[in-house]
């Protein structure tokens, strides 16, 4: 894989993984418009900071291992689609039940904001990291053939790099997009958005099932 490819391909993990509208979501649409967009951005930087530390995490042990995911490579992607899948319709029927209300009477300081939504992230430690190694798989991410050379050292980083890049840019869209329409956002747009996320994500795993029956050359190392 060129650089290009693996960054690309780290950046659409971390895209897809972080745009549902759960609980952490809630709390930073929540924090953008009872106080700012800056508050709302620093709070989903601690949620991808907390997201990539479990993507190392989730990596280390996807690229440990990689030959015996190679080996079972079909079987997995078929199995990782159909746990798209349903991760997907999960996020369909989600329904936030947490009010958005504008009230300027909440006043955090940027660290705090920071900290408490990394906090509450890596408090979901153990149901995030599946979920990672899911779409580590499902978009065939690598290093090479899990050496440990400098070349593996490099496409790893890029691909971690990749991720935070990817959960950077959809916090940073999410809040830009609330402020911005901060006087007629309700909260049925939220079951909007995890609509949206949730007919992509299951798109994604629909895909990645199909690919798999009309793969050409099955061998062939991604």
Same mark, same amino acid.
């Given at each position: 894989?060129?650089?290009?490819? #693996?960054?690309?391909?780290?950046? /659409?993990?971390? %895209? @897809?993984?972080? =745009?549902? *509208?759960?609980? +952490?979501? !809630? ?41 015996? #995911?190679?080996?079972?490579?079909? /079987?997995?992607? %078929? @199995?990782?689609? =159909?746990? *798209?899948?349903? +991760?997907? !319709? ?59 050379? +400098? ?72």
């Amino acid at each position: 894989m060129t650089i290009v490819d #693996i960054l690309l391909r780290g950046l /659409i993990v971390g %895209i @897809v993984s972080s =745009i549902t *509208v759960g609980p +952490v979501a !809630v709390l930073c649409i929540k924090r953008t418009l009872n106080k700012s967009r800056r508050s709302g951005f620093i709070s989903g930087m601690g949620v991808a900071c907390a997201d990539t530390l479990m993507a190392i995490i989730a990596f280390f042990f996807y690229s440990i291992l990689h030959s015996q #995911i190679e080996q079972y490579r079909h /079987i997995l992607s %078929i @199995v990782g689609g =159909i746990f *798209v899948v349903i +991760v997907g !319709v999960v996020i369909y029927l989600q329904k936030p039940s947490q009010r958005v209300n504008i009230d300027g009477s909440v006043q955090n300081t940027p660290w705090r904001d920071f900290a408490s939504m990394f906090g509450f992230t890596m408090a979901n430690f153990v149901t995030v990291i599946p979920y990672l190694l899911a779409f580590f798989a499902m978009f065939g991410v690598s290093s090479h053939e899990g050496s440990h050379d +400098v070349a593996s050292l490099f496409s790893s980083l890029l691909i971690i790099g990749g991720f935070f890049g990817g959960a950077s840019l959809w916090w940073f869209s999410l809040t830009m997009l609330i402020s911005l329409f901060r006087r007629s956002f309700r909260p049925h747009h939220m079951r909007t958005i995890n609509r949206v996320a949730g007919v992509i994500i299951g798109l994604l795993g629909v895909i990645t099932i199909l690919s798999t029956f009309f793969t050409v050359t099955p061998n062939a190392n991604i």
